[in-house]
């Protein structure tokens, strides 16, 4: 209760509602998506390929996901940056699941019950992006000493939310029709929409345009920086490139201390006699003198003269170079109110610029494409095993329901087990141990394709559940060093975005995998009244779970849970 009472203190009651109700629709989810398992198979009657070929289509909104992040964070809407997206999230998550509820159309029809599933998966996406900048964003206040608590609050919701949602929705399925399913669950983006409404969010016009103002100062001042030293000497070259801190430090405070050119005019009409003409190269071509001045003070002059033109000059070339590298800085235009012309177009096109340089460095870009490989070459037959388990072993759905809880009780598990016993062990005998675990899994589902389980005296509930939840397990030995790796990968100043994209690569694994799933299916001609050729596909994906370990070459060799290279 204490716990609750400083979560309660130091982020207030609407902020924590809101966060606890996002992620635990998230977790609920499970009550929803059961049953469009079930209304795919049997309301209209898809084959296994088809049904998986639709659901891999209606959940590619979590495989752009970076997208939103870049939207949320640079281009506000009425001057926030957080809610507007919220809001508009929950309505797309709402707003579908009315219309499978209602109308029956829309639920018979192919085309639009994908469009529909789309339009929801975008609205959670963009929902899981913009709460979770949300909460780190409050973690960098000085609440910060509170985000581990948020954090395990937000994983704590998702977990009861998916348990909660697997078990009503199995009982559910048991005694409401499809329609009433997806009408009940819609009760909870719509308490979400409200929540937004009872949340604040300090308008963040200015402060963008201070961080427009402030990134495009940083980047002038560094290429500004980079300009000097490359007119200097030689000599001097070398004696910034041993020093560079500390020359850089004193370049820039000099040429701060130095007269501007009109300042400079000033001072020279100030000095009676003194008239200049500036030549091509910088130097005085000549000094005409209305009255007579002692030999030190044109020395003094003709030496400040000298400084303030180099300076001059420097600072014209350096402005038509900087101006050619940032032109979109140059075009930017602040008006008496703060907000910035085409500020947001100044603000994502850096952000992306960023991101792919950062992507193409080979630390980042071989790991991710090791997990993306690790998706994409396995075929996902999740479905087709699904109907095998309904149509034939005519599991009812209050036992699957049972069964994703067990799953979820696999996860934490195998979370466990990781952190107390493997963070410390290299990511290659991780990976390699847990895709010759995954394949040998995958073998052992065919003791129930082939009724091996019954001349044992196994029933058929009691090894889907033992399999399911040692699936799991064995499977978050490869997910928790992939969020760990990726969140040590990442460079400071994009930590979020580039996470995001890390996420949004694996999501696009696992959807490449669904559409190889349904061609194997498609091909092996399964059906759901057909399963003779299910050992056959099985046999195929665990033979394919091999393939990513003939590329844990592209893992750095001496990275960890602990530490992510060598």
């Known amino acids: 209760m204490n716990w609750l009472r400083q979560l309660r203190s130091s982020f207030g009651i609407p902020f924590l509602l809101l966060i606890y109700l996002i992620y635990w629709t998230q977790g609920f989810r499970s009550f929803a998506w059961l049953a469009v398992s079930y209304h795919l198979k049997d309301d209209l009657k898809l084959s296994p390929s088809a049904s998986q070929f639709l659901v891999s289509i209606a959940f590619f909104p979590w495989s752009v996901k970076p997208i939103y992040g870049i939207l949320s964070d640079c281009v506000p809407i009425r001057g926030r940056r957080r809610l507007p997206y919220l809001i508009i999230a929950s309505i797309l998550s709402l707003v579908p699941w009315l219309f499978l509820g209602v109308v029956e159309a829309a639920r018979n029809s192919y085309v639009l019950l994908t469009i529909f599933l789309t339009f929801q998966n975008l609205g959670s996406a963009m929902a899981d992006v913009v709460v979770d900048a949300m909460v780190a964003e409050a973690a960098k206040q000085e609440r910060a ?11 704590l919701a998702m977990a009861i939310g998916g348990i909660v949602g697997s078990l009503v929705g199995g009982i559910a399925l048991s005694d409401l029709r499809i329609d009433v399913v997806f009408l009940l669950f819609s009760i909870f983006p719509t308490i979400q929409l409200f929540a937004c409404g009872v949340v604040e969010e300090n308008p963040s016009s200015s402060s963008g345009t201070i961080e427009v103002s402030v990134r495009a100062s940083d980047e002038k001042q560094g290429v500004e920086t980079l300009m000097d030293k490359l ?6 070259v070398e004696k910034w490139a041993s020093q560079p801190s500390q020359q850089v430090i004193t370049d820039v405070s000099a040429e701060e201390n130095l007269p501007d050119d009109e300042e400079w005019v000033e001072i020279q009409k100030e000095k009676p006699g003194d008239i200049v003409e500036e030549s091509n190269e910088g130097m005085i071509d000549g000094i005409s003198m209305n009255e007579e001045v002692h030999v030190s003070e044109d020395k003094h002059s003709l030496l400040k003269l000298h400084t303030a033109e180099a300076t001059r000059r420097r600072k014209d070339t350096r ?9 979109e800085v140059q075009s930017d235009v602040i008006d008496s109110k703060g907000s910035t012309r085409k500020s947001w177009f100044v603000l994502v096109k850096p952000t992306i610029r960023t991101l792919i340089e950062a992507v193409r460095q080979p630390v980042i870009l071989r790991p991710m494409l090791w ?17 095998y388990q309904t149509d034939f072993l005519h599991l009812d759905a209050s036992f699957l329901g049972t069964a994703r809880v067990v799953s979820w009780g696999g996860l934490m598990l195998g979370t466990f087990i ?20 995954l394949s040998i899994l995958n073998l052992i589902d065919n003791i129930l394709v082939l009724r091996l389980n019954s001349s044992l005296g196994i029933s058929d509930k009691a090894f889907v559940l033992c399999t399911s939840a040692l699936a799991d397990a064995v499977n978050q030995f490869k997910l928790m060093p992939f969020l760990v790796l990726s969140g040590r990968l990442c460079p400071a100043g994009i930590e979020g975005t580039l996470f995001a994209l890390f996420m949004s690569i694996n999501n696009f694994g696992a959807t490449i995998s669904s559409f190889f799933g349904a061609a194997v299916a498609s091909v092996l001609n399964l059906s759901s009244n057909r399963f003779d050729n299910l ?3 099985i046999c195929i994906q665990a033979v394919c779970t091999l393939i990513p370990v003939c590329f844990l070459f592209l893992i750095p060799k001496e990275a960890s849970g602990i530490s992510s290279q060598d």
Request: no cysteine; aromatic share 16%; proline share 5%.
């Open 535 to 537: 050992a056959v596909g």
């Open 418 to 437: 990781y952190n107390r016993f493997l963070k410390r062990v290299q990511l290659r005998k991780i990976f390699l141990g847990t895709h010759i675990a």
């Open 231 to 236: 007119e200097e000497p030689q000599e001097n």
């Open 371 to 387: 997990f993306f490989l690790a998706q994409v070459t396995i075929p996902n037959i999740s479905t087709v095993l699904f109907y």
């Open 319 to 327: 402005i038509s170079k900087r101006d050619e590298k940032f032109p």
């Open 145 to 155: 000493r509170f985000a581990g608590d948020l954090q395990s609050l937000s994983w």
